[in-house]
Nanobody, 123 residues
């Protein structure tokens, strides 16, 4: 019933920029938070940046000052503007959304994941 569609990944040189987007659709009452994670082979999936429906943000220390997360609540969309990219930013980036929805048995909140988008930064 809920789908997350990601876009914006690609290949860039070190120092370049990319803008990732994630749009949620389906049976949605509200989105409590949207978060970007990333993962490289052999490594744990790590939080990159998150934003709540109220606009509160948090960032991994490694991306502070370089990445900016924002959302358009009217479109159920989150963006991650990535600047001053480094080779160590190379990873598959995943969108996560904490979504509140109404079911036959009541209101519930669950996490949903996108399929991931590859970001590659060359040195």
């Amino acid at each position: 019933q809920v789908q997350l569609v990601e876009s914006g990944g690609g290949l860039v040189q070190a120092g370049g920029s990319l803008r990732l987007s994630c749009a949620a659709s389906g049976s949605i009452s509200s989105i409590l938070a949207m978060t970007w994670y990333r993962q490289t082979p052999g490594e744990q999936r790590e939080l990159v940046a998150g934003i709540t429906d109220g606009g509160s943000t948090n960032y991994a220390d490694s991306v502070k000052g370089r990445f900016i997360i924002s959302r358009d609540n009217t479109k159920n969309t989150v963006h991650l503007q990535m600047s001053s990219l480094k080779p160590e930013d190379t990873a598959v980036y995943y969108c996560n959304a904490r979504i509140r929805r109404v079911t036959l048995v009541g209101i519930r909140a669950d996490d949903y994941w996108g399929l991931g988008t590859q970001v590659t930064v060359s040195s």
